[in-house]
């Protein structure tokens, strides 16, 4: 390989590629902590309770990283080798970077799966591939969040309008609540001045007035099970609130995430839909980007502009 190529690691939170591994992505995730048998049989479950079980979980991040290494080709022939890079699973953040030097990458862009800023996520992520980047040789910039790309919002739009019209012509559009939502984290980054519950409300109401509609609102969900308070409230805890005020139609848009994954089809398909069906709300929800050419886009975009810097 040309030493020429700049490399292109793609970062993403990872996920197991057999129920074998779930023991080992827990354990990672919780610092070397393995979880008790509690709390390993309830993973093992949710994924399980997934139809097709969680194979298709991570062919969606492959899947990614192949679409945008042939968007980079077509946008920049022979000049860009993508690489990925997992928080929690293998190939780590670490492997990547090290796999771009042993092929003679000197420069390279990194870039998250997740279009919003956290010194929690994609901060961590970062930090991560700078460390071993700097060990190694490999010159690195980042690509920080790209949450309110005109290709993003146009994506995101495009799908609350379609997720809307699922509701029927009986159904009128404007008494859907767009219930927007992402990933929660523990309450200590409001005290850090992090900018991630700012820039997510930023892509939900730049989403929101693209699709034409003004009856939405945020809400958080699949908070971490620990001792500190997370970002709420859940989304569970909301659709509990709209049917006690009579809202009967709701539109989940997952915003802070994008492909399908356990926060989406177990958190939101399975568990909140469940909760919704309780309380008599019909509940719809968004496709997720996965690997739209609007999104690939997006990232190829941020990767060339990247490298400008």
Request: hydrophobic share 40%.
């Amino acid at each position: 390989m040309s030493n020429a190529k700049i490399g292109v690691l793609v970062m993403s939170y990872g996920t197991p590629e057999s129920l074998d591994e779930v023991e080992e992505y827990y354990t990672h995730i919780r610092r070397g902590n393995p979880p008790t048998p509690e709390q390993l049989a309830d993973l093992t479950n949710r994924y399980e309770a997934i139809v097709g079980g969680f194979f298709p979980l991570r062919k969606n991040t492959d899947n990614q990283v192949a679409a945008l290494q042939q968007w980079l080709d077509e946008a920049a022939p022979g000049t860009y080798r993508c690489y990925q890079g997992l928080k929690h699973a293998r190939p780590y953040i670490e492997d990547g970077v090290r796999q771009m030097s042993e092929d003679g990458v000197k420069e390279a862009v990194g870039i998250v799966l997740a279009p919003h800023y956290s010194f929690m996520s994609v901060g961590g992520y970062i930090k991560r591939a700078k460390e071993t980047a700097e060990q190694l040789g490999v010159a690195m910039r980042f690509v920080e969040e790209y949450h309110l790309h005109p290709k993003l919002i146009e994506a995101l739009s495009q799908r609350v309008e379609r997720g809307l019209a699922a509701f029927g012509p009986e159904v009128d559009r404007v008494a859907v609540k767009v219930l927007f939502s992402a990933h929660s984290l523990p309450e200590r980054i409001v005290q850090m001045k992090d900018p991630y519950p700012e820039q997510l409300l930023a892509t939900a109401a730049a989403t929101a007035s693209a699709a034409g509609t003004s009856n939405w609102q945020f809400t958080w969900q699949s908070a971490g099970r620990t001792h500190e308070p997370w970002l709420g409230p859940d989304i569970l805890e909301t659709l509990q609130e709209l049917a006690a005020n009579g809202v009967k139609h709701v539109l989940a848009a997952p915003i802070g995430f994008v492909s399908d994954h356990l926060e989406v089809l177990y958190d939101l398909d399975i568990e909140a839909k469940a909760e919704a069906a309780r309380l008599g709300l019909h509940l719809e929800r968004i496709e997720m980007l996965n690997t739209d050419p609007l999104y690939m886009e997006v990232l190829g975009d941020c990767v060339l502009h990247a490298r400008e810097k």
